[in-house]
T-cell receptor, first 115, second 112 residues
Framework: GAVVSQHPSWVICKSGTSVKIECRSL??????MFWYRQFPKQSLMLMAT?????????EQGVEKDKFLINHASLTLSTLTVTSAHPEDSSFYIC???????????FGPGTRLTVL | GENVEQHPSTLSVQEGDSAVIKCTYS??????FPWYKQELGKGPQLIID?????GEKKDQRIAVTLNKTAKHFSLHITETQPEDSAVYFC???????????FGKGTRLHILP
């Protein structure tokens, strides 16, 4: 079956530093990837839509300069949290849409803790 | 935009009994309604889905119903087992390759 990986699975960083999270579709091409954020005991909230070769589309209230998204290939999208602060601590989850079937698959998530 | 409401937020059932989770959506343009199961520290896993042209779908112990007129859809789990304990999310999409709007989730506890 289609597999989506995320790296790292967890990361701890100091306040003010930047963190990059990778989302990869391992055995399929993904023209579209989505990034979600999930705070403890809450639902998944869409942050942005990432299309290969074009600029990401951000949801209302999500700062595009703080959450940099790059979808450089059909199998990789990255989310960079710039100048991270403790309130950015969250579970970040990506999903990828298989180009041929249009099915959407989720990654395992990345736990970010900002000290 | 689309808004998905989900109830209850917490549900405890005895092992072997049935569990029902209900959702409503606001945008009549939504056509695809997936349900996800999420275990602690993991990404969501699709367990069943239904399209707007179908009223009911069943997969072993799991079934989903959709009332498009009322904008209601429900998840039914029969013969619950301990491994069914998790958080369940309903969701709505225009199409299955579109962004997903999630409900707030239901924490299901299966009591021994």
């Amino acid at each position: 079956g289609a597999v989506v990986s995320q790296h790292p699975s967890w990361v701890i960083c100091k306040s003010g530093t930047s963190v990059k999270i990778e989302c990869r579709s391992l055995d399929f091409q993904a023209t579209t990837m989505f990034w979600y954020r999930q705070f403890p005991k809450q639902s998944l909230m869409l942050m942005a839509t990432s299309n290969e070769g074009s600029k990401a589309t951000y949801e209302q209230g999500v700062e595009k300069d703080k959450f940099l998204i790059n979808h450089a290939s059909l199998t990789l999208s990255t989310l960079t949290v710039t100048s991270a602060h403790p309130e950015d601590s969250s579970f970040y989850i990506c999903s990828a849409v298989e180009a041929s079937s249009h099915e959407q698959f989720f990654g395992p998530g990345t736990r970010l803790t900002v000290l | 935009g689309e808004n998905v409401e989900q109830h209850p937020s917490t549900l405890s059932v005895q092992e072997g009994d049935s569990a029902v989770i209900k959702c409503t959506y606001s945008d009549s343009a939504s056509n695809y309604f997936p349900w996800y199961k999420q275990e602690l520290g993991k990404g969501p896993q699709l367990i069943i889905d239904i399209r707007s042209n179908v009223g009911e779908k069943k997969d072993q112990r799991i079934a989903v119903t959709l009332n498009k007129t009322a904008k209601h859809f429900s998840l039914h789990i029969t013969e619950t087992q301990p491994e069914d304990s998790a958080v369940y999310f309903c969701a709505a999409q225009m199409n299955r390759d579109d962004k997903i709007i999630f409900g707030k989730g239901t924490r299901l506890h299966i009591l021994p």
